[in-house]
Each structure stands twice: as structure tokens, then as C-alpha cells.
């Protein structure tokens, strides 16, 4: 097989010979997603490192025939790419400087052990005083209504769609909050905190735990910078609810408890946060008391919904429909099934077509209970619109619920019911 020289142009063309993503491409080379954005975005004008060349030249090698040729095809034609996750052609007549291989590969080697935000502040760090753009206190308010309104169109878009927006946006943040100083510096890593909870739920939403994970310490970290003790009580209850979904309910009741020591101190908001999340932490556990622990949880949580008078960006939970969700969900998980249906029929008709994410996790969780109460064709039934919108939003999450679907219908598997249900899942595979 001939050797080449690996720019981003060979870097797109053989995302496309393999139809991944840009979230599956980084996976399989073994790099960031944000290198694999700047590689595509770069074309021509940068060059990888040897690291990153040979395993390029791994992949490569790995392709079969109509692979090869697809490679080949969009090596030739870059117009003719294809761009499942809608990321930008590289345009033609850009200025970019050029990398050379050592430079490139230094770059990339930064992002993966250190993180896009570590860049940023060495960056800036390296900058000239007088390069570095005063802070306007404005640009505070300016972030936190834009997170504000990612958290709105989260509800509405795949997580895909806001990754690479948000990123460059808290990259940004960092820098600033590095210039600032005194109580600027703290209200910038105030939002900055929020950017990285934020991503870190969109790559926990597609079903990269380990960049959630990722992103989620760099909140905790950012957490700590500013100062607050609402913030660090937030970042405890993301890493738990990413334990959640790893089904560690002991590791949830850890972070939570570590958090709800300091309950005293803490707002109505993030206190509801996190005797939600240790609700469902008890009820992963399952023991003998839980269905009682779980109640008294998010009794609790309710009670405190009518006080929550923060401005904070982040934690949609001032509706009791929330609690609903929450206990409806745990029900479920404990076999309290006709309590849980008698809540899903209330929730899910309330939840606008619009959010499609929302509604098909919680239809999922509905057909669940519907299996457990005996009535198979109707949890079919239920579920019969979700395939697609877990291809047009990328949730994971939602995926997930399904094959969590299919273990209750175990019983039924040989039977039409288990069947259709097969036929639904035919083009997923099980994480």
C-alpha cells in the first residue's frame, strides 16, 4: 500500500470511506474529537505527526475493498464527502498558517492529556500583555445567556449539533477568566463551570462516558476556582448522575452525601439536584427499604420546588412535573408498576412533539412499566416511533432505555410482540 502524506484532506476522506462520525472517528484513531474538527476544518493546510500518521496508516490498512474505494474517491473529490455529523468543508482559499509535523503533533498531544482549556490558558499564558483583550464585565451576562439558551436548544437538538459549538465558547471563557481579576475572575469561572457541565451531559447524551467523565472533572476543577459552593454541589450531582447511568448506586449515594454535607449552605435548586440523583442512587441499590428511601427522597425535593429563587443557567427543575419524572423513573426501576404508569400517562402527553429526546426516553421508560404489567403489544406499540429519533438526535441515553425494554420482554421474545420489538432494535447495537 502506497504511503502518503496525512493532511486533513486524507483525514476527511477516510472519516468518509468509513462512514463514522466525527464522535466514532476520534474513538477508533484514539484521539480528541476537537483534533478531528481541526484537522477537517484545516484541510490542506496542516500536516499531522508521525503519531497520528501511523494510525492513520492503521486504519487505512484496515479497509476493505469498497472502503478503499471510497477513500480513494473522496481523496479525489472532496466536494463529495460525506458529512454524517455536519461537519465544515474545509475552505479552500483559507489563510492558515501551516503546521509542521513536530508543531502539529505537540498540539495534539496537549489537547488529549491536558484538555482544550489547558491550551487555551497556555496560550494566552505565552501572549504579550498587551495582546490580550481587556475583560468587560458585560461578557459575564453575555455567556451566561448564551448557556442559557443551549441548555433551551439542548431540549430540541442532538447532542452532536451543540458539541462544537459550546467548546470553543468555554475555551474562550477560560482565557478570559485567566485575564480577570478579583471578583470578575470568580463570576467568569462561575460560567465557565456551567460550559463544561454542559458538555459534559452532551457527551454523557451520545455515550462517550469517558469525555463525560472528562469534562465533568474539569467542572468540578472549575467549580473550586470559583468559589461557590451552589457550583461544587452542581458538579457533584453531574458526576453522580453519570454513576447513575453506569448503574453505580453506590457511587451516586457517595457523591451525593458528599455534597448534601454541606446542605445548610446549599440553595433550594441544588438541593432538590441532589436528593433527586440519591433517590435514584437508592433505588439502583435496590434493598429492602428503598421503594420508602426513594419516597421520602423526593418528598423532600418537592417540598423545596416553590423556593427555588436562583438565577443560574443550569438545573431545569422548578416544575413539580420534574419530581414527577423522577419518581415515575423510579418506580419503574423498583417494579412499583402501576404507580409508574399512572405517572407516565400524565407526564408524557404533557411533553411538546418538539422535544423529541425527552419524550422518547420517557415513552421508553413507560413501555417498560407497560412489559412489567403484562401487556407486551402495548409496549411495543409505545415505542414503535423512538428508532428514529434516536438517529436524528444521537441520544445514547435513549438507545439505552430501549434495551432495557427488551430485557423485560424477555418473556415474550418468541412470541409477535418480542418480535417487532427485534425488528425495531435490528439496526442498533447494545452498549
Not at 158 to 184: D, F, H, K, N, V
Not at 194 to 218: M, N, P, T
Not at 353 to 364: M, P, T, Y
Request: glycine share 8%; with cysteine; charged share 25%.
Amino acid at each position: 500500500m502506497t504511503i502518503i502524506k496525512w493532511t486533513g484532506l486524507e483525514v476527511a476522506a477516510l472519516r468518509t470511506a468509513l462512514r463514522d462520525t466525527q464522535v466514532q472517528f476520534a474513538d477508533r484513531i484514539g484521539c480528541s474529537i476537537e483534533s478531528v474538527g481541526k484537522w477537517e476544518r484545516r484541510g490542506a493546510d496542516i500536516t499531522l505527526g508521525a503519531k497520528y500518521s501511523e494510525c492513520m496508516d492503521t486504519a487505512r490498512r484496515r479497509l476493505d475493498d469498497e472502503q478503499q474505494a471510497r477513500f480513494e474517491a473522496a481523496r479525489q473529490d472532496p466536494d463529495a464527502r460525506i458529512r454524517p455529523d455536519g461537519g465544515v468543508q474545509p475552505d479552500p482559499g483559507s489563510s492558515t498558517v501551516v503546521h509542521d509535523e513536530q508543531e502539529a503533533e505537540f498540539d495534539e498531544l496537549n489537547r488529549r492529556q491536558f484538555g482544550t482549556a489547558f491550551l487555551g490558558l497556555t496560550a494566552l499564558a505565552a501572549k504579550p500583555s498587551d495582546a490580550t483583550p481587556p475583560v468587560a464585565p458585560e461578557l459575564v451576562d453575555y455567556f451566561r445567556s448564551q448557556l442559557a439558551g443551549h441548555y433551551t436548544a439542548d431540549r430540541f437538538l442532538g447532542s452532536l449539533q451543540l458539541i462544537p459549538t459550546a467548546i470553543p465558547q468555554y475555551e474562550l471563557l477560560c482565557r478570559l477568566a485567566g485575564a480577570a481579576t478579583g471578583r470578575l475572575r470568580g463570576d467568569f469561572w462561575s460560567v465557565g463551570t456551567g460550559y463544561a457541565a454542559f458538555i459534559g451531559w452532551l457527551y454523557q447524551d451520545a455515550g462517550d462516558l469517558r469525555r463525560s467523565a472528562y469534562w465533568l472533572d474539569q467542572m468540578l476543577e472549575r467549580a473550586h476556582r470559583s468559589q461557590d459552593v451552589q457550583l461544587v454541589g452542581f458538579a457533584l450531582h453531574n458526576k453522580a448522575m453519570l454513576e447513575a447511568d453506569k448503574r453505580d448506586g453506590h457511587g451516586v449515594l457517595d457523591l451525593t452525601g458528599a455534597a448534601l454535607q454541606q446542605r445548610t449552605r446549599l440553595c433550594p435548586k441544588v438541593e432538590i439536584l441532589l436528593l433527586q440523583q440519591a433517590a435514584h442512587g437508592t433505588s439502583l441499590i435496590a434493598s429492602d427499604d428503598a421503594a420508602d428511601e426513594c419516597g421520602r427522597l423526593l418528598d423532600q425535593a418537592a417540598d423545596l420546588l416553590d423556593a427555588i429563587d436562583d438565577e443560574y443557567p443550569w438545573g431545569a427543575c422548578r416544575s413539580r412535573r420534574y419530581i414527577d419524572v423522577q419518581r415515575a423513573t423510579v418506580w419503574t426501576r423498583l417494579g412499583r408498576t402501576n404507580d409508574a404508569m399512572k405517572l407516565w400517562e400524565e407526564i408524557i402527553p404533557d411533553i411538546p412533539a418538539s422535544e423529541s429526546r425527552d419524550r422518547g426516553v420517557f415513552s421508553a421508560r413507560y413501555a417498560q412499566a407497560l412489559a412489567a404489567a403484562g401487556e407486551p403489544e402495548q409496549a411495543v406499540a409505545t415505542v414503535s416511533a423512538i428508532p428514529p429519533l434516536v438517529v436524528k438526535t444521537s441520544s445514547a441515553r435513549m438507545r439505552a432505555e430501549l434495551f432495557t425494554l427488551r430485557k423485560r420482554m424477555e418473556p415474550w421474545s418468541h412470541e409477535l410482540a418480542g418480535r417487532e420489538l427485534e425488528g425495531l432494535l435490528s439496526n442498533f447495537a447494545e452498549n
